[in-house]
């Protein structure tokens, strides 16, 4: 016969920090090793398309910068496909972030609608139990947006404009600015997929 086994309590969670820099870009901290540059340090998607920056800063409730995060992200190239179309940074001590990538085509979603033209933003700092998903869409592309399934189920239009990135020209290429906050006033809208 087996002894019953006493119900085990659940262990306190844990986050992703204080050390993400260390594990997740370690030439950044100085730390040599194997994999030189840091995986996902390299070009985001290769090929045709327009060349663009996508730029961001990331602030905690108070609006302090978070200067410990990582991001990653992960898009399709200019023709709506997935290939190997993901990078990784980290923040800066004012909590910005950049890539240097081309701007992604239209996705076919999986009730077969097209969606707007984004990326996906996957974000880990000290404090953070569970990575945090988002998107970023582009303000230069109204109409898509607008049809966006995903954009689409936030009910409040207002908080639709959190993931909605602003273009500029920085010596002639064109650059998307975001603000992500974690939490208050502002708050960025995050997934749970």
Request: net charge negative.
């Amino acid at each position: 016969m087996l002894n019953r086994l006493p119900p085990l309590k659940e262990s306190p969670s844990q986050t992703a920090g204080p050390y993400v820099h260390i594990g997740m870009t370690p030439s950044l901290e100085g730390i040599g090793g194997p994999n030189q540059p840091d995986l996902g340090s390299g070009p985001i998607v290769a090929g045709d398309g327009p060349r663009i920056t996508i730029a961001a800063t990331i602030h905690d409730g108070s609006g302090a910068p978070l200067g410990d995060a990582v991001v990653e992200l992960w898009q399709a190239d200019s023709d709506g496909v997935h290939r190997q179309g993901w990078g990784r940074a980290a923040c800066d001590g004012a909590g910005a972030f950049a890539f240097d990538t081309v701007k992604p085509g239209r996705v076919i979603g999986p009730d077969g609608r097209p969606m707007a033209p984004h990326v996906s933003l996957w974000i880990v700092a000290r404090g953070i139990n569970m990575g945090l998903q988002t998107r970023l869409y582009f303000d230069d592309e109204p109409a898509a947006n607008a049809d966006d399934p995903v954009l689409g189920r936030i009910m409040d239009p207002r908080r639709r404009q959190t993931l909605i990135a602003i273009r500029s020209e920085v010596d002639g290429r064109p650059r998307y600015d975001l603000a992500i906050r974690l939490q208050g006033e502002g708050e960025t809208v995050f997934f749970d997929f």
